[in-house]
Structures are given as C-alpha cells and as structure tokens.
C-alpha cells in the first residue's frame, strides 16, 4: 500500500458520514435516471422505476461492498462486535463473572510466577550493556577413584565445577583475545573497628579490572588503579553507599582511614547506590565494600596454579561470541595442561553467561513452576470454554437467527470470539492486580537464596506477556465453543423447539474438554506428589548428629591479632571455658567449620598404600565436639585434652573412610597423611558417619584433627557450637558478651540454632513443593468444576428418560450407577491421558527429586486415588439429583 | 439477473475497470449512470454493465488512485459525480489493454480453426 493511498483511506476515514451519503446520492441518481430513460422509451412510471430498481440490485449490499473497499471497515465492525459482547455480557452476569475470575486466577498465577522468573532468569544484571559478560570456571576431570570393589556410592565421576586458580586466570587474562577483560571475584569477610560496634562486613575482594568491567565509576572519588592491586599496596577500599549511610552517616570520609581486620584502609570511592546488589552475582552475604585482591606471588607462580580460588567474571569483545571463546579457552587450556601436567591435568576452562550461570541452581526448579501455571492457565481456559459451551444452548435460536437472516458464519465467529476476548481482557486485568498481590507474596515467602528474585518487579514485559496469555487464553477458550455453535443448521434450530439435539451434541464437546482438564490437571498431582514425597524423603534423612538445641556462631579471628594458630587455639579455649561455666549449657564445641556452615577437604594417603589416595571432609575440632554434636564412637578412643602438640599426632575417622579405605580390617593403630608429605597421624578411633553438608548430601569420608594439635590443618578455627539445656536462642546476647569480655573488638556472625540452618538448608525445597501444591489443587478444583458441570448438565438433559426408566421399574441405585458410570468414563479417561503425560513429562523434574525416581509408582497411585475419590464425591451430587427425579413431572416435561 | 432472450452480454470478468478507464479515457468527464450508459452504448448494445457493481469498482478506483472524482450538477441541474482519469489512471489503463491483447491474442490462437 503506497502512502498516497493510505492519506486517501485515512482522508476517507474521517469524512465517512458524508462519503456515505454522496454514494447514496450518487446510486438514486442512477437508479431515477435510469427510470427517466424506461419511460421515456414507453414503459409506465411505476413499472420503470421498479425495473430500474431492479436492474441496479441490492444497493445496502453494493453500499456495504463500497465501504469495504475503503478497508478500516474491520474497525467497525470490530466496534460493533464489542459493543454487542458488553450487551450480551452484562445480560449473564453470573456467567461473566464466574468465566472472568476463572480465566483471572489463571492470569494471576501466571503472571506472578513469571514476573519471579523474568527477574531471576531473564532480566540482564542492572550493569551497561550486561548481555556481554560472562561467568568463567573450571572443569576438573575427576582422576578415576581408587576405591576396589563395588561400591554403589562412589563419587560421580565427571568434571567437578571449580573456582579457578589465580595464576591460571592471568593466562586466560593475557592469552586470549575473546575477552576485554577478565576479572577475579571473591568474597571477601573483614571485621570493621573503630567506629560504634565492631562489626563483621562482607565485601569483595576484586582485581583492579572489576569495575571498568562492569562500566561502573564510583559516585565519589575513584576506583582501583592496577598498581593497588598489588599485596602491600592493597590497604585501599571502596563502600557502598549503603554502607556509607549505615555506618557513616553519609559524612565525609573520602580519604579517611577505617580499621578493617584491625588494619588501616583508605576509603578512596564511594560507590553510587543501589551497585551492585550481591543476589546479582548470586551471593548471598550482602556488599559492603570492595578491596583490591591483590593475590600474592606465590599464588601467581606456577607452583599456585593448583589453588582454584577465586570466582571469574569477564566481558566478550563485540566481536566474539561464546562459542569462539570457548573454543580459545578450550586450546588454552590444553596448552597449560602440556605445560603445567602436575596441576593442570584435568582442568578445562568453562564458560557461560553471567545471567544464566547466577541463576543455575535455581533454573530447573522455576522453569517446573512456570509449566505449572502454564498448565492452569490451559485447565481455565478449558473450563471457561465448559461454560461457554453451556451458555451457546440457550444461544443457539439467537445465532440461527442470526445466519437466517443473512450474517455470514465468519462474521459470526467473530462476534463470538469478541465476546470470549472481552472476558479474557477483563480477566487480565483481574488477573493482573490478582497477580500483583500475589508476586508480593511470592517474593516475601521465597527463600533468600534464590538470586535476584528480591528484585521482581512487575515490568513492562511482564505486563505484555499477561496480555499476550490473555489474548491467547480468549482465542482458546473462545474458538471452540464459536466454532461448534457457527455449524449448527439455522433451519433445523429454528423449526425444533427441541434443545436436546444440539444439547447431546454438545455434551460430547463437553466430555472432551473436560477429560483434558482431568489429564492436565493429573500431570500437576503427579509433579505435585513427587515433590511432596522427595520433600518427605528429605525430612526423613538423618544428618547423623543431634541438631536440637544447639547455637552456632562464627567468631573470626583477624590474622592481624591472632597471627598464629596457637594464638587462635588459646582463645577458643579460654572462651569454651568461660561459656561452660554458664548456668544452662550443657556443651561446647570449637572447630574450623561446622557441619552445613563450610568446611575443606583434603586428599589422604595410607601408610599400607601410599599410592592410593582418597578425597576426604577433614576438620579440626575440640575435644567436646564428639558430644555436643552427638556423634558416636563406634571403636578405639575419641579425642581427649591429652592429645596435644608434643604428643603423638592422632586422628579419628569415620565409619565411611575405615570401610572405604580398610574394608573389613581394623583402622585402629594405622597410618595415614594428608597429602603426599605431611606428617603420619595414627588413627585411634571410628565414629559414626554425619551428612556435613546437609540432608541432600552424600556421606562422605571424613576426618577429624584435634584442634590443638595445630601443625596438622590449615583451616583457622572459627566455629563454635554450644548444647543448651532450654531453648539455645537467648544464649545469643552471652557469646557475644564472653567474646567481648575476651577481646573487645572481636565480632561474632552467623548466629545460628542448627535447626534454623536445617530449616534454611531445605527452604527452597519447602517452597518449590508448596507452590506445587498449591498450583495443582487450584487445577484439581477446576477440573471438578468441569466434571460436576457436564454430569449435572447431562441429568438435566436426561430427565425425560430418567423419569421413563424409572417408571418402568428401573431401581434408585442403578439411576446412581447409570450417572456414576459417566463419571467414572470422563475421570479414566482424562486419569489415562494425563498419566500418559506425566510419565514424559516427570523426566524434565529429575534433578528436583531426592530419593525417589520420576516414575515413583507411590506418587502415581496417590494422585490417581485422589483424583478417583474427590471426583466420585463430586459426582454423587448430580447423581443423587438424577434419582429423586419423579417419573410424573419429568413425563409431564416431555 | 439477465433473461435468457436478452441479446446482450455480461462484459467478461476483470475487465470492467479497463471498460470504465478506457470510457473515461475517451469522454473526459462522466457521472455513474452515464458511465454505465456509454459502455453499452459504445459496444453497440452488446456489453450490460451490471449496474451496481459498477459504484464498487469506481470506490475502488478512487482508493487506487487511478480515478478523481467531483460533485458537479448534471443536464437536469442535479447533483452528480463526475470522474475523471488521473495520471495514474492512464497508466494503469494502457497496462490493462496490453493484458487484454495478450490474453484475447493468446485465446484467439486456441480457438481458431487450423
């Protein structure tokens, strides 16, 4: 269409009203001088003009073909549709309304669950031009483990995801060409003094390139230069607004010193607020403030290269892509493995979008709750299609007429379709404030550690994709019903008074709909079921130690006060003896790490069998750490104060390494060492196996160092643990006090019971399962809606013939069984073709179960008997109505 | 809906648009009925317009472009509209005899006898 010609239609457009009337002039002047002509060659005036009449044809039909050439005539006719589905609408409202909240809690499900997952998985980092960077890690290739036999609990084999060592990032720093930088990322943990409480802050430590990187400049002063990012020229630091607010008042501190870790740092840059919110690097700790990382020389040498410590973030040049930077990082790090075998062996340099790399725990979970809703939004729109259906009987006189009297079945459908879309524009926007409210919800009930999602926010993308599920849903639920009613024979509708033909006609339609509502909605208590019971199964699991009533603190000691172990081993003992002599504590424990909170691992080697080694969870821990955390001793001796330094190094293993390492013999009295060249450590005692990391972890090998024999491990202590007599909260306030009493300028963190980090430990589980829940249960009520709706109508239809059977005799219980029978057809059938769904579609949530397999027969069966059970109960109503029908008024009827 | 004694016939489809351009081409200026009245008067009372297709096709004409069209008053001193070929309009006329020839030309070569 040239523009000429859109200027003329639109020129048309707004001069319509005389347009028409100039056709209308320009017809009758055509059709009187025709019949001037007739009868002028003779023919009588009013013969002529009927002939002329006549020999013009239908001029509001030529009118209406005029008008269309003229297009923009759908807009009309768009206008006419929707003023005619407001009338019909406002003529049903039990029916508007009930169609307009199904098809808005639909919308308001969907909208909630995806505005969480548009800003969890789609929205780009609030950093510029953020689709270009990149999370690198590194793969390392398991060496085959050398435990002998079978053993169904060996490690998975393949790659181990791994931060990357500093000295390899400098060569993938300077080596490749794909990236315009790449930076090191690590948190970092100072202790803040000098200022009111002494406070533990949580920061990043960051090569200088972090933040050109990122094109971030800090609102006040500046950021890093390359030469800060040295050791002993790292004492700067740049806070965060809000940190600058929280402590600082916003005063001016731009050049001042602040005591971090009781060392001086040079606040050099403020950055600007609200940069960069830690979830969006998937932490979980906040950001308070940023220090060089400066990692030290022999990090960098090639003797560091087996120290995989730091995160990696980078930006792609606009000319690479990531499958040409993998590929450069893929020949470099087979370079380096020529180069360095001894550390870089195995390790494959690995890449992907900082987005989706942030997000990938979280990823599988989200995408399972979005096809739920997804699958809701289908069970209203069936629903609402149900109640369309019903609401066409009444309606089929209307529209035979309607196509009697010359308007075509397009024309038709398309009103009825308008009608369908203006209930699906009112249940948007129903559904949208519903899913406004309920996104609020969401997000306060999620578990922190799902990155990104305190950011959600209703969007304009959020706001288009409602649209477009609702513009869809009205096309769904509205093409059918508009679709069957259009086939109907205007001659037959309009001679029968007889409902019923169209009626039977439609209940088939109706079971259809309704064996799909049973069907999606089985797949939903099926994924439901099987999340509930991988829930149940995690609850089930025994951690191995006793978690009531036990505090956890960390109380990190700065090397700059407590320079050597000894040192650190000194305080924890005078505090574990200040905290027993508090009335109401039973225990105290100190270790590196605490079961849930951290740990390390070392390899270990065997006297016996010096070239087998095995990867085990090492911790040095406090004599009373056996008995606070209720780990039993299965053989030989537990830790005591004797052992010491200058005494005989000892170890204690658990039940996992003495089987894995020594099978059947006994462990008591051998040999073992971390590494190849630490010193041997006698073993002197097996005690039973903990999960260390938590219900979903494997029982691993471990091994337990007494924490005063400080030669043996490089782990700082740091954890402490105390068993309580009554409820441990309120001992809190004492550890810090006893800290205080101890060292003043000493803060305690991560105050903790054990059940609170059991309970946080499972959060994400407990959330996913309940929405799951919740979701199928809203599609569970839906689909019975459906079936109470097709049997009460079928009753309704079948009166005549329910009131003849029974008086001829036909029992009150086979009445019961005849409607039942229905019922059950529509349940099996919708239960088969939703089972059938479900056992493909269960694969796509394995990485979401825990203990049971996606074809767990138990969830199988239990939403299959509740399907068959609430559905009987719901259909007993309308079948209980079929039986007190009375033969005498359902005959009168016919 | 012609009788089946009436000695004139219905102009062949596609073709009535070159029928209204070409009368315009010839006459200038021309309202609906006398339009209408020149082609069967042109075709020696061999071609029939229906007549009311012909106030679809002249609208279309105008959307075109290939057509003006002006309120005037008639003989009889009533108010008309009298098109009128646009630049445009004989353009496209020249191209839709063109096609003509080639498609009668092309037809001809079918039926005539060998």
């Not at chain 1, 403030?289 to 792609?316: C, K, T």
């Not at chain 1, 946080?760 to 109470?788: D, H, K, N, P």
Request: hydrophobic share 45%.
């Amino acid at each position: 269409m040239q523009f000429s010609e859109i200027r003329r239609r639109l020129s048309y457009l707004l001069k319509r009203r005389d347009q028409a009337s100039d056709l209308d002039e320009e017809m009758r002047l055509h059709v009187e001088l025709r019949a001037a002509q007739l009868s002028s060659s003779g023919v009588p005036t009013r013969e002529a003009l009927d002939a002329a009449r006549r020999q013009f044809g239908n001029r509001t039909q030529i009118a209406e073909q005029s008008n269309e050439t003229w297009a923009f005539n759908w807009l009309d006719h768009l206008a006419e549709d929707l003023v005619f589905a407001a009338r019909t609408l406002r003529k049903s409202p039990a029916f508007t309304m009930v169609a307009v909240a199904t098809i808005a809690l639909g919308i308001g499900l969907n909208t909630a669950v995806f505005s969480v997952v548009n800003a969890v998985m789609l929205r780009d980092l609030p950093v510029a031009d953020a689709g270009r960077l990149v999370s690198l890690w590194e793969d390392i290739q398991r060496e085959p483990d050398v435990f002998h036999g079978k053993d169904e609990s060996a490690p998975a084999t393949g790659p181990r995801r791994s931060t990357v060592s500093p000295a390899n990032l400098v060569d993938y720093q300077t080596k490749t060409t794909s990236f315009e930088g790449l930076a090191g990322v690590d948190v970092a943990q100072l202790n803040l003094t000098g200022v009111g409480t002494p406070e533990r802050l949580s920061g990043l430590s960051v090569t200088a390139n972090f933040f050109p990187l990122l094109r971030v400049r800090p609102a006040l002063g500046r950021a890093f230069t390359p030469d800060e990012d040295r050791p002993g020229h790292d004492d700067v630091v740049l806070i965060t607004d809000e940190l600058w607010q929280r402590r600082f008042g916003r005063s001016t501190i731009l050049g001042s010193k602040i005591m971090l870790d009781a060392r001086p740092y040079q606040v050099i840059g403020i950055l600007p607020p609200g940069f960069l919110p830690a979830s969006e690097l998937g932490i979980e700790a906040p950001i308070d403030f940023y220090v060089p990382a400066a990692y030290p020389p022999d990090l960098l040498s090639d003797q560091g290269r087996g120290d995989h410590e730091v995160n990696v973030i980078g930006r792609l040049k606009p000319a690479s892509t990531l499958a040409s930077a993998r590929a450069e990082l893929k020949v470099l790090s087979q370079q380096l493995a020529n180069r360095f075998p001894k550390s870089n062996q195995h390790v494959t340099a690995a890449l992907a979008p900082l987005r989706d790399d942030v997000v990938r725990k979280v990823r599988t979970s989200l995408i399972v709750l979005l096809a739920a809703v997804g699958l809701i939004v289908l069970v209203a729109c069936l629903n609402v299609a149900n109640l369309t259906l019903v609401r066409s009987i009444a309606r089929n006189r209307e529209i035979a007429m309607r196509i009697a009297l010359g308007a075509s079945r397009s024309r038709v459908i398309r009103t009825l379709l308008t009608e369908s879309l203006v209930v699906a524009a009112l249940g948007c926007l129903a559904g949208f404030a519903l899913g406004a409210a309920l996104t609020r919800l969401l997000v306060v009930l999620a578990p922190a550690t799902i990155p990104r999602i305190e950011s959600t926010t209703l969007d304009a993308k959020v706001f288009l994709t409602t649209v477009a599920v609702a513009f869809v849903s009205g096309i769904l639920f509205g093409i059918l019903p508009a679709y069957q009613i259009t086939r109907i024979d205007p001659a037959d509708s309009l001679r029968s008074a007889d409902k019923n033909l169209s009626g039977r006609h439609q209940i088939r339609w109706r079971s259809t709909l309704t064996v799909a509502e049973v069907g999606l909605c089985t797949v939903l208590l099926i994924g439901a079921g099987l999340l509930l019971r991988s829930f149940a199964a995690v609850l089930n699991v025994d951690l191995g130690f006793q978690s009531e009533r036990i505090l956890a603190a960390n109380i990190p000691l700065p090397e700059s006060r407590y320079a050597t172990a000894d040192q650190r081993l000194r305080f924890f003992e005078q505090l574990e003896a200040r905290l027993r002599a508090q009335p109401g504590v039973l225990s105290v424990a100190f270790c590196n790490r605490l079961p849930m909170r951290g740990g390390w691992g070392t390899g270990i080697n065997k006297q016996d069998a010096p070239n087998e080694s095995l990867d085990t969870d090492a911790q040095a821990v406090s004599v009373g750490y056996f008995d606070t955390l209720g780990i039993r001793l299965l053989r030989g001796r537990l830790l005591t104060s004797i052992d010491r330094m200058g005494q005989p190094l000892v170890v204690v293993i658990n039940q996992e390494l003495a089987r894995l390492f020594y099978k059947d013999a006994d462990p008591i009295g051998q040999l073992i060492r971390r590494g190849s060249n630490g010193p041997w450590l006698q073993i002197v005692g097996v005690v039973s196996d903990i999960r260390r990391d938590g219900k979903t972890a494997k029982v691993t090998p471990q091994i337990y160092l007494p924490a005063a024999q400080t030669a043996v491990y490089p782990g700082r202590l740091a954890d402490l643990a105390v068993r309580t007599a009554l409820d441990p909260k309120q001992y809190a306030a004492e550890i810090q006090r006893q800290v205080w009493a101890l060292d003043p300028d000493q803060p305690v963190t991560n105050v903790k019971t054990f059940d609170e980090t059991i309970s946080a430990a499972v959060a994400e589980r407990r959330f996913q399962t309940i929405l799951l829940c919740l979701f199928a249960g809203v599609a569970f009520s839906l689909a019975l809606i459906g079936v109470y709706g097709v049997l009460s109508q079928t009753v309704a239809q079948r009166t005549a013939e329910l009131g003849i059977r029974m008086a001829l005799g036909a029992s009150q219980s086979s009445i019961l069984a005849l409607v039942l029978r229905q019922a059950m057809g529509l349940m099996a059938a919708g239960v088969v073709s939703g089972l059938l769904l479900a056992l493909g579609l269960s694969q796509y949530m394995k990485s979401l179960l825990f203990g049971i397999e996606p074809h767990d027969w138990g969830s199988y069966v239990v939403a299959i008997a509740l399907l068959a059970a609430v559905g009987m109960v719901v259909s007993l109503v309308p079948a209980r109505r079929a039986t007190s029908v009375d033969p005498m008024v359902a005959l009168r009827y016919e | 809906m012609t009788p089946l004694n009436d000695p004139r016939d219905q102009i062949p489809p596609g073709t009535l648009d070159m029928l209204i351009l070409k009368t315009l081409a010839r006459s200038g200026e021309m309202h609906g009925f006398e339009i209408a009245n020149a082609i069967q008067l042109n075709s020696e009372d061999i071609l029939q317009v229906e007549e009311g297709s012909l106030y679809p096709a002249l609208q279309r004409m105008l959307v075109k472009g290939w057509l003006v069209g002006d309120w005037g008053k008639t003989a009889e001193n009533r108010r008309a509209r009298y098109y009128r070929l646009t630049a445009r309009g004989r353009t496209q006329l020249n191209l839709e005899i063109e096609r003509y020839h080639r498609v009668t030309r092309a037809i001809e070569r079918i039926v005539q006898p060998a």
